[in-house]
């Protein structure tokens, strides 16, 4: 399958990248920085800016499928790259023919999401460390969900809980919407958006992956994800 890789250049987008080429498929990577990523067979590096049409227009003409990772720090200013960039992701698909469209989301732009029943966590934790920093982020992936939703394509969202690094693959769970969990592997974030691709599960639905070993404690996520600002 051709396969185009928004976000190519980010930690689970790099991820993608060698498990997409491991199985098989020819990936278009598409990234502002294309000299950052090593070249690889089957692979196509394309330097294109997410919310530039005409750029997104030329890496995306030809291809069978395309996944978007796109992703940003947690941020106090307003946040747009998600809904820009999948905006002009969906006209440029449109326009050539593309249908199937996998998208990286994020379970807390879900309002009913919670990590955990733990009231410390719910009262404390979330709203500080979770809600609070990423509220501009979680916004605008609301923004984007939306959009995905209206375009009409074949497309499914993924959501993740909080991301980090680990050895590789796990047992990961999947369920339908949010994922009941506080923790997703970014390998078994990248894994479950390329199982999209041959999945039989039926397009146009919004799933949750997490991870359930070897988790990282909370300060260390919370030092990864809010203080050193790790994005996607």
Not at 188 to 196: G, S, V
Request: proline letters at 6%.
């Amino acid at each position: 399958m051709r396969v185009v890789i928004f976000g190519a250049n980010g930690p689970t987008g790099r991820l993608l990248t060698v498990q997409a080429l491991a199985a098989g498929h020819q990936v278009a990577a598409v990234t502002r920085h294309p000299g950052d990523i090593p070249p690889r067979v089957g692979l196509r590096v394309v330097q294109a800016d997410a919310t530039d049409p005409g750029t997104v227009s030329a890496a995306v003409a030809g291809s069978d499928a395309v996944v978007s990772v796109l992703g940003v720090p947690y941020s106090r200013r307003p946040v747009s790259l998600y809904s820009a960039g999948t905006a002009s992701i969906i006209t440029a698909m449109r326009d050539k023919g593309v249908r199937r469209l996998v998208v990286a989301g994020t379970a807390a732009a879900d309002p009913g999401y919670h990590g955990s029943d733990s009231p410390f966590f719910s009262r404390v934790m979330e709203p500080l460390f979770m809600r609070r920093p990423g509220r501009t982020v979680y916004d605008d992936n609301r923004r984007m969900e939306t959009a995905v939703r209206a375009s009409g394509l074949d497309w499914t969202i993924v959501r993740a809980c909080w991301l980090f690094n680990s050895a590789g693959i796990s047992d990961y769970l999947v369920c339908e919407g949010s994922p009941h969990g506080m923790f997703t592997a970014r390998a078994d974030f990248a894994a479950c958006l390329l199982a999209q691709l041959a999945s039989d599960r039926p397009a146009r639905v919004t799933i949750g992956v997490r991870t359930v070993a070897a988790t990282p404690s909370i300060p260390a996520q919370i030092w990864h994800q809010v203080i050193n600002k790790k994005n996607k």
